[in-house]
């Protein structure tokens, strides 16, 4: 997936700075020593979204009944399927997951009829057609975790690293063109990231590798 190819590149020390989902952050922290310098303050939160007319009003009731699922390696994914094991979902029988290509498949399946819901995130939902965006309500949300995270190389220096992290604020803070993006994405505002932030996501770090194929 794409994903996986990002995450080999940057396991690889292709990249001196990256902007990567805040599970992956973690990994390439612990794994490569990668530095935390800024992070969107708006929240990655798993969703379960479907049709607006469906009277759904607990998770337990999509127990057995197809889910679409976008790629399993995002972070909205990983946080759903977690969500839906500790709350009792388990197993074949409980989990009938339908692996589409991206958040706005996911969505169209269920706007199709194809499956019964369908797991996304606020900016994948903010960044859709809005009649694509209608079509669907919130059934069940897993409950607020950091989003894309950025970090630089340790092969870069502290200085580098701190010059990084200053010019990256200043676009967001000072700038026409920064404030835009933020506006038009959904990602809140530009903050400082802390390795209080990534250890967050240590409950998410085996699945991820274990997706990733990489558990020893």
Excluded: W
Excluded at 191 to 215: C, K
Aim: charged letters at 20%; hydrophobic letters at 45%; proline letters at 5%.
């Amino acid at each position: 997936t794409g994903f996986k190819a990002f995450f080999d590149s940057t396991d690889q020390g292709a990249f001196d700075l990256i902007v990567t989902p805040a599970h992956f952050a973690r990994i390439a922290q612990i794994d490569n020593g990668f530095v935390p310098l800024v992070r969107y303050s708006g929240g990655a939160r798993g969703l379960f979204v479907v049709p607006q007319s469906n009277r759904m009003k607990s998770i337990q009731e999509l127990r057995g009944r197809i889910i679409a699922v976008p790629d399993r390696l995002s972070l909205a994914s990983i946080l759903c399927v977690e969500y839906l094991r500790q709350n009792g979902l388990n197993g074949a029988a409980d989990l009938r997951l339908m692996e589409t290509y991206s958040f706005n498949s996911a969505v169209l399946t269920v706007q199709k009829g194809e499956a019964a819901a369908a797991i996304s995130a606020p900016a994948a939902l903010m960044q859709m057609p809005p009649a694509l965006r209608d079509s669907v309500r919130i059934l069940a949300d897993t409950g607020d975790y950091i989003n894309l995270v950025f970090l630089a190389h340790p092969r870069l220096g502290a200085k580098e690293v701190a010059r990084l992290k200053q010019s990256i604020q200043r676009f967001a803070d000072e700038t026409a063109a920064g404030k835009t993006f933020l506006e038009s994405t959904g990602f809140g505002s530009i903050i400082p990231a802390s390795d209080a932030d990534l250890q967050r996501l240590d409950p998410y770090v085996a699945e991820t590798r274990r997706l990733l194929g990489r558990t020893p």
